[in-house]
């Protein structure tokens, strides 16, 4: 039976519980502990697919097909353990499952109320695979005091009434604000938060402290004291130079320890830390640096690009450099030339993206990186816009583009190299859609298989001719333009096992030159760099040593 930590957020959001919970779940691994991660979110949307990356950061697809928080990428980076449709529910999730179920007349005509039925159906879920592992850490979304959470916090308040004593402990997040005017770290804010976490019957084993400042035995003392928790459970978390770095900050913190004290687990492993301090050895100790350049649409909000922006820092880890990672909006030369917007770049990168905006720009920067012999990496939309460059400059078809765009304008204006997948295989069993399905979990998603050429440039990348990748998409590669394309020289060198649907390109004549439909980023980690990557990574850097 599993032990649970649930971890709660107070006084501000975007403290960072989701790194806070991945860190605590690798330094658990370290001491020789299973563990999972669950990350429940008081939004009504039904999952984050259908929002904007504006409003909510990049979508983290799962292996089995889920789209969720990006929080989860975090758990994967940091514990290795794939992540999967039961780690991720919201608000939205949870009260569709219960109306389903009173339309079904599951509950026998009862009045359906938040307690006990959607609380029940919280604790259901938080319970699935409690036999699995030894620890199971759930993070709440949002913050104590919001409306929207109250239900979460109720649920997780009987989920520990129920299970025997001394199964559940609460860890709650908070910020200690320095004034600079004073020169005093405050703890009123976080006397507030856990006293707002008591009123509804919650009090925390362990607080976890936010400060820009160094936090004196003094304040220590007096959270113990009015928040009632141990002085040595108040952890302070100080902003890093790098997130890789937080697994060591906090076992310095004694965060691990607090955790099994808690649990009155005694006497408690030892951790093995090698591998995080060979994450941080290559952090710190790194020979020169790359500068590469994401030409994307949602560039304003990095968090809309985390996995791409992470995968490349591991990359950099894999090859001992600094990866300088430049945000560039395609938009800005979608009519100008690309070439004073991308000099000086030892590698382009082309990530996914929906709609029509900025993929002029993103084309232009596929010719840029073609011509330039510029290492280019193309992920899912990334790949199609290299496509339609080589459709349009290499094979003649001037009028080469997307049937999203045709749809998103109304009207027939390219040829479409790009088209709207109807149907593919999933399993053993046919998946069909049309375009004027529900948006929302109807595209292709999570893993699929895909075969790589002999010979090819992917299929030394991995050092395989057989990988599995995750999708998130629903437009592809027309495979009847095939041909005319490789005779050009842009060589489909990965398809889907049936052959029907294409999965990478490479440009055969160029040191580098990458598409991919699906996302890699997705499954790289620091301690084990994604194979496109890390030889990515790599070829910017040969290119830097030739400036």
Not at 34 to 58: A, C, I, Q, W
Not at 64 to 79: K, Q, S, V
Not at 397 to 412: N, P, R, V
Not at 487 to 513: A, T
């Amino acid at each position: 039976m599993a032990r649970y930590i649930f971890i709660t957020g107070g006084v501000v959001s975007s403290l960072g519980k989701g790194l806070a919970s991945a860190a605590l779940g690798a330094l658990l691994q370290a001491r020789g502990y299973s563990v999972r991660l669950r990350k429940l979110d008081p939004y009504l949307n039904v999952d984050p697919g259908t929002m904007s990356p504006f409003e909510h950061g990049e979508v983290f697809v799962t292996d089995d097909g889920a789209e969720t928080d990006l929080d989860l990428g975090h758990y994967e980076r940091f514990t290795g353990v794939a992540a999967r449709q039961t780690d991720s529910i919201s608000s939205g999730r949870v009260y569709s499952n219960v109306l389903e179920k009173e339309r079904r007349g599951d509950y026998l005509g009862k009045t359906i109320q938040v307690i006990p039925h959607v609380t029940n159906e919280i604790k259901d879920f938080i319970n699935i695979g409690d036999e699995e592992v030894d620890f199971m850490l759930c993070e709440i979304g949002g913050t104590v005091g919001d409306i929207e959470g109250l239900p979460f916090f109720e649920a997780i308040r009987q989920f520990a009434q129920d299970k025997p004593r001394g199964q559940c402990i609460f860890m709650h997040l908070t910020l200690l604000p320095w004034l600079a005017a004073s020169g005093e770290l405050k703890t009123k804010p976080t006397q507030h938060s856990v006293k707002e976490l008591r009123s509804i019957g919650l009090q925390p084993d362990i607080l976890v402290c936010r400060s820009e400042q160094p936090i004196p035995d003094k304040e220590r003392e007096k959270l113990a004291l009015f928040c009632n928790v141990r002085p040595e459970s108040v952890i302070a978390a100080y902003d890093l130079k790098s997130i890789y770095e937080a697994p060591l900050a906090y076992h310095r913190e004694g965060l691990d320890q607090a955790v099994l004290d808690a649990f009155q687990i005694a006497p408690a492993p030892r951790p093995d830390l090698t591998v995080w301090q060979d994450v941080s050895d290559r952090i710190h100790n790194t020979d020169g640096s790359v500068n590469i350049a994401v030409v994307g649409k949602y560039t304003q909000l990095e968090d809309a690009y985390k996995s791409i922006k992470e995968a490349l820092i591991h990359g950099g880890m894999a090859n001992r450099i600094k990866v300088n990672v430049e945000w560039v909006d395609a938009e800005v030369f979608d009519k100008d030339d690309a070439a004073p917007h991308l000099e000086g770049y030892h590698a382009i990168l082309v990530p996914g993206g929906f709609g029509e905006r900025g993929t002029e720009g993103k084309i232009k920067a596929a010719e840029f990186a073609r011509t330039r012999k510029i290492p280019y990496l193309g992920i899912c939309l990334g790949m199609q816009m290299a496509v339609i460059e080589a459709a349009r400059n290499l094979a003649g078809l001037s009028d080469a583009g997307s049937e999203e765009f045709d749809h998103e304008a109304g009207e027939k204006r390219f040829e479409p190299v790009v088209y709207h997948l109807k149907e593919w295989v999933q399993g053993n069993h046919q998946v069909k859609r049309s375009v004027g399905d529900d948006k929302g979990g109807t595209m292709r998603l999570g893993a699929y298989t895909a075969s790589l050429a002999e010979g090819s440039k992917v299929a030394q990348v991995y050092g395989d001719t057989t990988i599995e990748e995750r999708h998130r998409h629903r437009y592809e590669v027309d495979v009847a333009y095939r041909d005319k394309l490789e005779e050009c020289g842009l060589q489909f060198s990965g398809m889907s096992p049936d052959g029907r649907l294409p999965e990478i390109v490479e440009v055969k004549d160029h040191p580098w030159f990458i598409g991919v439909q699906f996302h890699p980023e997705l499954k790289s980690k620091p301690f084990d760099p994604h194979p496109l990557f890390k030889d990515f990574v790599r070829a910017a850097k040969e290119v830097s040593r030739l400036v």
